[in-house]
């Protein structure tokens, strides 16, 4: 019988995930049942979200039980089908991959790709969940205006590659925090204007203050910790302040974040401060996805990847991008 060599969840990790949390094990290969899909893995993203998804701690999603296989979101072909509008052999992307090279997935949530028009692990990036994170959250929620200083953190990372050239098409002056030299002139070149590195700032409220000299209008706050302080304080009137992740957390998941309080700075600026789930936006994921693939092809939409190769890698990616030393999105090669 073909075996499957498959992560599971060994125990929740207490501060920062490491690789004794997960357990390799060849399990028997699955089969489809009805509604679904038998598919040969090809890709698998890893997310910050599945820091959350490893702990006991109350979530906005349900999280792993021990024992279960890790599940994430994943590109693979079609080897059986028991779903409708689905055949063998299609190329299919969805949330629910296993950590494992043949996986069962639900028809219902799978998505056909099409393999002509952008390299389909794209759709684990660009023109998947981090590229409609990244549209979602600076455009409907930062509601920038044009000339706008837009700052934001993790800034060459899945979400940050694609809202930092998002603010450059739309006419915003992006500025970039991220963890080293070399992130911050990749993301010069796509277009942010100013970077700071929050690794070797002396001071990083005054790095930030210094690279944004007209305040800072929005701000995509994808990691929280330390940089959060900081770009509070360059925090312009009416400021608008998007609370996207928290992945500087990871080490501490379902702890309070703690850190300056910012009550007297909202109050004098009248900012706003809100959280964003992608989910609230899913009527609105075609539109949005088209003006992706749209910009994509144009070629106005550079993307990066950081790929680890085989299986046996999944969890050593999925650690390497929590402690930031991923540059560009996370994926895993099957
Ligand atoms: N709310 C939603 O619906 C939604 C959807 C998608 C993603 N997100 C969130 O968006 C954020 C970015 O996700 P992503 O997939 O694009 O990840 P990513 O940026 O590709 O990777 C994570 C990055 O976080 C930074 N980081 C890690 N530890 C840090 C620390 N202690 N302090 C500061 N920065 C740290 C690192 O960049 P540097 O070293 O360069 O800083 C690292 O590269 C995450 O917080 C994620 O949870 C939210």
Known sequence: MTRNSSWLLKRYPTGMPGPDDFLLEDLPAPAAGPGELLVR??????????????????????GLKIGDVMRGGGVGEV??????????????????????????????????????????????GCLGMPGLTAYFSLLDVGSPKEGETVLISAASGAVGQIAGQ?????KLDPVAVAGSDAKLAWCRSIGYRAGVNHRTA?????????????????????????????????????????????????DRFGQPDLGLRHLRRILVTRARIQGFLL?????????????????????????????SSGIDTAPHAFIRMLKGENFGKQLVKL
């Open 41 to 62: 893995t090809l890709w698998l993203s890893v997310d910050p979200y599945m820091r959350g998804r490893i702990s006991p701690a109350k979530n906005y999603a349900a």
């Open 202 to 250: 002396a001071d990083l409220a005054d790095a930030v203050a210094a690279a944004c000299p007209q305040g800072v209008d929005v701000f995509i706050d994808n990691t929280a910790g330390p940089i959060h302080d900081a770009a509070m304080s360059s925090l312009n009137l009416f400021g608008r302040v998007v609370i996207v992740g928290t992945v500087a957390l990871a």
């Open 279 to 307: 989910d609230d936006f899913v009527q609105s994921y075609v539109a949005a996805r088209a003006q992706l693939l749209a910009w994509y092809r144009q070629g106005l939409l550079e993307t990066r990847e950081d790929i």
């Open 166 to 170: 998002i603010a450059r098409i739309r």
């Open 79 to 124: 080897l059986q089908s028991e779903s409708p509008g689905f055949k063998a052999g299609d190329i299919v992307q969805a949330d629910d991959f296993g950590w494992q090279p043949m996986t069962v997935i639900s028809g219902k949530t799978a998505m056909a790709l099409d393999p002509a028009a952008a390299p389909v692990q794209a759709s684990l």
